[in-house]
C-alpha cells in the first residue's frame, strides 16, 4: 500500500461510493493540492485502494496554463513532489506529463476551454475550480471528454466561491464533497501564519471562506450583487483616460486598528470605471501607508490621489506630500453616512458602469457583507470607502481628457 494512505487525513482521501466528481473544498493552506497530486499520481499508477488499474489519460485544468505548470505540476505539493519512483517527465511544448508507465497527464487552461476538444480522459483533476476563467464551458467540455474506462473521475480541489457553477456541483447527485480547514494542516504551515491569519481575519466572511472552507453568500440585504461583480470582471482594463488611487486613512495604528483603505480605478473612453488594486494595509503608520498609496500611484500612472480627511484633517496631505511633495492631491470629506455614499456607486455597479479588472477578495468580501447596519461584526468597511470615492471621482469627471494634475 502507498505511503500517503498512512498519514493523509480523512478528509484527504477520495470517499467510497460510485461517485463521478469528488469536489474537495478547503480553506487556504489546508492541503488541497496535496490530495489532489497524490490521488492523480495513485490513478496513474494504479495504485489501491485509489484505483484497480493505471489509468491513462489524465486532465489536468488550472484557472492559466501557467498554474497548471506551477502548482499542479511543480509546485511544493504537486506531482513532481509526490513522485515516490521515477518522477514523470514533462513534456513542455506538448503540455504534458508523462509518467513511467506510459500513462499521460495533459495540462489545459480554463481560458480556452476548447482546447478540451478531441480529448477523451478517464480521470481530471480541477484545481482552484471556483476561479475558472471560463468555468461553464470549460466543466462541460471536461464532462464529454470523460469516457474512457469503466468509471471514469474527476477530483476538483478549489477555496470556496459562491458561485452558481459551484452550487450546481455541490448539488448533483453524482457529487461527493470534502470539506477541509487551513487549521487542519498547521503541522505543515509556517510557524505563525495560522494565529496571523485569525487575528487579521478572524470572524469576518473572508476568514470563514479562506481559512474554514466555508462557501459564503452574500448576505440577503446587501447592498453589492457579487454575483453581477462576477459576471462583469475583466481580466484586464482596456486603456484609460483617468486613473484615480482614493484613501480612506484609519483612525489609529494597530495591529487590530482598523486598515487603511488603499484602491485603484480607472475610468475608459466610453464612461465605463475599471477597479484595478487593492493596496490596502493594516496596522500601518501613515508614513508606511502613504508609501504604499504613492507607490500605487507612480505603478499604474495615476492623475491623482483622493483621499478622505474626516479623521486626519490636514495631516493626511501632510504626509503624502512627505513621501510625493508635488502629487496632485484632493481631500474629500464625508458628510453623509456610509450607506447613503455607497448607495449611487451601487447603482453604478447595477448598471454595468462599474467592472473589476481582476479579483479583489479581501475587498469583495467587504462588499458582500455591506448592509444597512455596516459590515458584520462592527467592521469598518475601509476598503469600500476607497472605492466609492474613487469610483465617484471618475464618474463626476467621466467626459474630461485625462491630464496630469487634474
Known sequence: MPVWPSYARPAQLPPPGAWRQWLLIGGRGSGKTRAGAEWVRAMAAGDAPFASRPHGRIALIAET??????????????????????????????????????????IFSSEDPD?????????????????WAHGEACFDNLQFGLRLGEQPRALFTTTP???????????????????????????NLAPGFLAAMETRYGGSRLG?????????????????????????????????????VAIDPPATATARSDACGIVAAGS?????????????????????????????????AADRIIAEVN??????????????????????????????????????????????AGRFPELEDEMADFGPDGLTGGRSPDRLDALVWAVTALMGTTREPRVRGF
Not at 71 to 91: H, I
Not at 99 to 106: D, E, K, L, R, T
Not at 281 to 288: A, I, L, M, Q, V
Open 115 to 131: 482546447a478540451l476538444r478531441g480529448y477523451q480522459f478517464d480521470a481530471a483533476w480541477g484545481d482552484e475550480f471556483a476561479k
Open 65 to 106: 496554463l501557467g498554474d497548471a505548470r506551477e502548482v499542479m505540476v511543480d509546485g511544493e505539493s504537486g506531482l513532481m513532489a509526490v513522485s515516490t519512483g521515477p518522477r514523470p517527465g514533462f513534456e513542455v511544448s506538448r503540455r504534458r506529463l508523462v509518467f513511467a508507465n506510459g500513462a499521460i497527464a495533459q
Open 208 to 244: 470563514r471562506q479562506e481559512l474554514e472552507g466555508l462557501m459564503i453568500d452574500a448576505r440577503e440585504d446587501a447592498l453589492f450583487d457579487l454575483e453581477a461583480i462576477e459576471r462583469a470582471r475583466v481580466r484586464a482594463a482596456p486603456e484609460l483616460r483617468r486613473i484615480v
Open 268 to 300: 475608459s473612453a466610453d464612461g465605463t470605471v475599471y477597479v484595478l488594486a487593492d493596496a490596502s494595509r493594516r496596522g500601518s503608520k501613515p508614513h508606511e501607508w502613504a508609501r504604499a498609496a504613492v507607490a500605487l500611484y507612480e505603478r499604474l
Open 311 to 356: 479623521q486626519g484633517g490636514d495631516m493626511v496631505e501632510a504626509v503624502i506630500r512627505t513621501c510625493a511633495p508635488h502629487v496632485p492631491f484632493r481631500a474629500v470629506r464625508a458628510s453623509r453616512g456610509k450607506w447613503v455614499r455607497a448607495e449611487p456607486v451601487a447603482a453604478l455597479y447595477e448598471q454595468g458602469r462599474v467592472r473589476h
Open 161 to 187: 466561491r459562491p458561485i452558481p457553477l459551484l452550487k450546481r456541483l455541490i448539488a448533483d447527485p453524482a457529487t461527493v464533497t470534502s470539506h477541509m480547514r487551513t487549521a487542519e494542516n498547521v503541522r
